[in-house]
């Protein structure tokens, strides 16, 4: 709505504040430094009363080049920094590098090595999941299922950390399988994992789903059509809370995910309730994958061989995979050389977080962090 | 009619609350489901999974004698930068001339712990140790010399 | 026996002895005075660690537990640290209202504190219109909160000034009904003649039904009073950073944090003694035996575990609810909780009209 110009020289600022005075609305900052906003994003939100006018995201806070540094990078080396983005699904996201990669090199991935795969990024998908949960019900005012969620969330880190060596940012993916064999605790621990989750599933629902003050403000709130969920891109639980079929994971399957009989999920309410019991859905669907797949990791190779260095023939390549916000899209430009001319990112948290103002008009202050929540908005995601 | 939806979604509110209510008086009367850490009291009994990666480091065996033959592998491995390798020739007794390290450099502020060197190294010269508490007062403190001085390579490693 | 009634009397007749009568009025206002800041320092002390506690057990952690025995010293080193932080005052603020406010809040806070009775026959000011007092006095408390949001020209205290505004000015009129109820059932505003009126049997059981539907509306409506979880719009930290006190700091903020503590503890001394009968102990209709077992326990017990029980409850649904929305918060109080007691109020007038109560 102003021109590029006019933001640098600070004159947006004057007549976003002449044209607030003639109004009689209050401009409040919500970030870049704001408890609900879970990092660094800054919202511009014009206020009638409680009433939300209009919230313009400014970006930009959080901005590490990300996609310019990979193109200094060689292709084993540019994974680790994916994980620097989505940090909460970190293992996907080095996933969707590893299979662009291994598009471009035309090679063939063990079994062995696509299973542990799929259930690492399941996994991963779990501990997000969890996480989101907690947060979001903090947004919301309650406290304690913050922690509660930790507690399954520190069991999936724990595990992650025996196998990968690392809690967040595993590195674990390298192009052509992964970086070493599983621990021989591994599927133990995940069976008991599997056994803890069931059990406290159903705090979850105890505590936050069934509570009726949760259920209003939950709602009818943040009502984002199938229609605009396409329009703005929305992507993932986002999108499918509004009853857009996009799961990539059965759309357009990796992997060994068209072996796996599990189910998308999808809600039609389009409000911020199916957003959320779309999540709490999903971590269910990905519990029933990896008790598909725990007891029957077959044997054989974790890593396919590689050459010492890799190089990707010349020509454009496009992977996409499901991380647990939406669709991730690599797109690898390669000029032939060690290192790749162009690397683009398809963010999920961006597009979602671009329909936040069409969701936010009209409701109260206290629903656009309840939205914020559902739309599970990563920062570093955002921003790269 | 009305009334009794009415009181049903009364009585379906206040149960709601009341699930909530009893689900956190339980946590609060079983102490036993604390999970609580207290961390630097409990140094002694943490665990670490061998594979945790907290630090690049080279072994050295009782003689002093390391694995790392300067190939700088795990150099060229590296996304950030973290190593580098400082080679000198050493005159063996024939007169021969062999490359050999002076120094392997080890930045570790500048390192992301990605295990991209341990996989890249030939010889298992370095590996991943599971320290963790690298904080330091300078910041030269964090850039360290992985081989112990007066070291050499051992025997049979090429 | 040592009681706070003996000790009290022992005080003044010494007193009486040694000085003269003015001089013995004035002194004994003064001890009364710092007894109040003790207890107000005391109390503040105790529920901010009891609080911590509750959420930290709720919340499977073990909460503070490195200064003192178990922790218990915390509160203690956290009100050290804010009486040395700096007091800011923001650049655009008004100066005299920032700084006036939190003694606002706080003086209403001591206030409060005189009609309470703690023990038996133990009470700073024994006046006829107590519970009046109370209503009248707390009312005040919003005054507090409006100047400090207003004053602190920052957008988000004044959002969350106005969000109090009208959420106390709400939720004092299902309060003060459910207030009433007791006052119809007793016929008097004296705290000690509602007191020994539930000599029998507190009211929440002597009045059954509709006084145990005012008992709820009235924590319902205490809680939203005081701003605590699931109403506490006025902080709504998710939202408004920290809503009316955003730009307070150091001893200024440990004013506002500290009357919210005290008000905690007086309105559920105030449920306690209306509705569970003070520091009366629990007494069944004419069981003598069972009676005279319960008088055994000391008055000052009683009173402080039915306000503890009281204080504990209320942090408990803290620790479990997520926050309301203003509108709804506003639904509930004009569209629910005011019809309700209302109507409750006719049924207790009624209730008390034909003696249908024990």
Known sequence: MYRENEIMDGIADEKARREADETGDLIIN????????????????????????????????????????????????????????????????????????????????????????????????????????????MDLGAFTPFFHAFRERETINDIMEETCGARLTMNYMVPGGVMADIHPNFQKRVKDFLILYKRKIKEYDELVTGNIIFQNRMKGVGYLSAEDAISYGCTGPTARGSGVSCDIRKLYPYEVYNKLSFDEILETEGDSFARYMVRLREMNESIKIIEQLIDNIPEGDFQAKTKAVLKLPKGEFYTRVETARGELGVYIVSEGGMTPYRIKFRSPGFSNLSALDHMARGSKLGDLVAMMGTLDLVIPDIDR | MFIINYLKEVFGAVKSLATGLRRTMYYFTHHKEIITQQYPDNRETLNFPERFKGEVVMPHDENNEHRCTGCTACELACPNGSLKVITQFNVTAEGKKKKAIDKLVYHLELCTMCNLCIVACPSDAIKMAQTFEHSVYDRSELTKILNKPGSKIMEGVE | MWSFHNIANFVND??????????????????????????????????????????????????????????????????????????????????????????????????????????????????NIGVLYITAISSVSVISVLIAGWSSNNKYSLMGAMRAGAQIVSYELSAGLSILSVIVLTGSLNINKIVLSQA??????????????????????????TNRAPFDLAEAESELTAGFHTEYSGMKFALFFLAE??????????????????????????????????????????????????????????????????????????KYLLPISMFNILLITAMAIGGWYF
């Open chain 1, 30 to 137: 919500m970030g870049p430094q704001h408890p609900a906003t879970h990092g660094v994003l800054h919202l511009v939100v014009t206020l009638n009363g409680e009433t939300i006018k209009k919230v313009e995201p400014h970006l930009g806070y959080i901005h590490r080049s990300i996609e310019k540094m990979c193109e200094s990078l060689t292709y084993r080396q540019f994974i680790y920094v994916t994980s620097r983005m989505d940090y909460l699904s970190a293992h996907i996201n080095n996933h969707a590098c590893a299979l662009c990669v291994e598009k471009g090199l035309q090679l063939e991935i063990p079994e062995r090595a696509q299973v542990i795969r799929v259930l690492m990024d399941e996994l991963t998908r779990i501990a997000s999941h969890e996480l989101w949960w907690g947060a979001m019900a």
């Open chain 3, 14 to 127: 010494w007193l009486s002895q040694t000085f003269n009568p003015t001089l013995v009025t004035i002194i004994e206002m003064v001890i009364v005075g710092v007894c109040v800041i003790g207890l107000f320092a005391v109390l503040g002390l105790v529920l901010v660690i009891m609080e911590r506690k509750v959420s930290a057990w709720i919340q499977i952690r073990l909460g503070p537990n490195r200064v003192g025995p178990k922790g218990m010293f915390q509160s203690l080193a956290d009100t050290l640290k804010l009486l040395v932080k700096e007091g800011m005052t923001p650049s655009g603020a008004d100066k005299f209202l920032f700084n006036l406010a939190p003694y606002i809040a706080m003086m209403v806070a001591m206030l409060l504190m005189a009609p309470l009775a703690f023990a038996k026959n133990f009470q700073m000011w024994d006046m």
């Open chain 3, 200 to 225: 029998d049997g507190w009211w929440i059981f002597k009045g059954h039904i509709p006084v145990i539907i005012a008992f709820v509306i009235f924590i319902i409506a205490v809680t939203a009073e």
């Open chain 3, 261 to 334: 503590y005290v008000n905690v503890f007086i309105v559920c001394a105030i449920g306690a003694t209306l509705f569970l009968g003070g520091w009366m102990p629990f007494h069944i209709g004419n069981w003598q035996g069972f009676n005279h077992v319960m008088d055994f326990i000391p008055s000052s017990i009683w009173f402080f575990g039915k306000t503890f029980f009281l204080i504990f409850l209320i942090m408990w649904f803290r620790w479990t609810f997520p926050r309301l929305r203003i509108d709804q918060l506003l639904n509930l109080e004009w």
